[in-house]
């Protein structure tokens, strides 16, 4: 029988979600504000940003997810009332976290060899890895800001996340209006201003990041910093339950990455039209993810306090809001594609424009058939993560993504089949995870499953789990976010 969603459980996953959303929101803010601006300096700009941002998150995805997925432990601990454990946990993700993105340097050298195995026309190629460069160098930041992010997101202080945040993305953007085009003395910079205003915003969130989370407070509580010695059975676990899905997450970005590699060779204006469909596509999707990572936070602290059924409950009341949302979404890319698309123009290239705008309405009526089933793949797949069902999640993810997707893309780039068919193809990919992660749901395997250790009666130390209201309430409620919200970190998406 169907936990049916209840007043209490909307509210419950609306406190939580919003912020999430919102944080996503700005994310998409940022994405699209430098397609914008890069769009208004010349086709091939635009181009190469969504070809290079795609690439660097094929890499980047797999040590995010993996450290992102501490939040699960976080939220699973939070659930089984063991305070201590959620500060050893994301001290093991805060090690990850500096060592791989330490490592992202050294792809700054390869960045032209890289490119390069794209096949495109070289003037593409340069803009491509002169922004993969900069991007290399976010790298750290970026996943510091993730691991940090884990201890208030998997607690259920979803506003922290939202500042820490938006604080970066809004340098970003800032800093983009001024570079990419050259304001208030500045000579345009293009793409590589794009490039710098990414490294600042991301090295600003990670500083305010550290700094709400090296409080006093939380190194009492939770053992913050004074526990994040190297635990190799906790980090083991981490790696376990959180490489699958950084795998998964790579795997299926590395075959977006190609999919939009070999429409590029179809020829610019398609591989312009993409990236702004792409781009657009956005606007539905990092919004729901910030409903699926309230989802995920609830299953695991439902599951950390052994209430499965609240935790089913939670993800069919998200499931209400991300659809809902997205339908209105979807209705705009059908009937409303030309406005969407204004804000892209250029004036660079107007017959290259032009052959742009004919294709742009099209692909977006693939994205609105294709982005309802997505608001599904989205809620199922981040409940199961939420259970640590990351193993099977990424199985499907990878599997399905290369036959379905980038084998087809590839025949229809040899044979000239068209960019529309291999389209076609990158939306039953979605389709089919959509209905598999729905079945796999509803057998209810992931009830039983958790990531952490089960909590013993012998031990002295664990206290007792928090009650279902308290689970998924008490820390989001706690007096964490009245001290971010007036602390001077926090006055200063995606």
Known sequence: M????????????????WPFILSQSCWTLQIVVDRILLSQQSIEDIGAGISAVILFWSVLSLFQWT???ASTFVAQYTGAGKPSRVGEVVGQAMWFAALTGLGFLLLVPLADPIVALSGHDPDLQHREAAYLRYLCFSALPFLVTTAASSFFGGRGQSTVVLVINATGILVNVALAFVLIQGRFGFEPMGIVGAGWATVIGSSTSALVGLGLLLRPRFITEFGILRGWGFDRELFGRLMYFGLPQGIGASLETLAYSIFLIFVGNFGKEDLAATGIACTL??????????????????????????????????TWTGLIFSFAATLLVAI???????????????????????????????????????????????????????????????????????????????????????????????????????LIFFFRFMHGGWKQ??????????????????????????????????????????????
């Open 332 to 434: 705009l890319y059908v009937f409303a594609p030309g406005l969407l698309v204004v804000p892209f123009e250029t004036k660079t290239d107007p017959v290259g424009w032009a052959a742009v705008v004919e294709r742009v309405p099209l692909l977006l009526r693939f994205v609105a058939v294709y982005c309802l089933f997505d608001s599904l793949n989205l809620v199922f797949s981040f409940a199961l993560r939420g259970a640590g069902d990351t193993r099977f999640v990424t199985l499907v993810s990878v599997g399905i993504s290369w036959p379905v997707m980038v084998l087809p893309t590839y025949l229809a780039w040899q044979f000239d089949w068209g960019m529309y068919v291999a389209w076609a193809f990158a939306s039953l990919y979605i389709i089919l995870l959509a």
């Open 449 to 494: 499953m958790r990531v952490i250790e089960m909590p013993s009666p012998l031990l002295d130390d664990v206290e007792e789990p928090l009650s279902a209201e308290n689970s998924a309430i008490s820390s989001h409620l706690d007096d964490g976010d009245s001290v971010i919200a007036s602390s001077p970190d926090a006055a200063g998406r995606g």
């Open 67 to 69: 450290t992102m997925y």
């Open 281 to 314: 596509n956005l606007l539905a999707f990092l919004p729901m993810m910030g409903v699926g990572q309230a989802i995920e936070v609830l299953v695991g602290r439902y599951l950390g306090a052994d209430q499965p059924t609240e935790a089913e409950r939670a």
């Open 2 to 17: 169907i936990a049916r969603p209840t007043v209490q459980s909307s509210k419950e996953l609306w406190r939580l979600a």
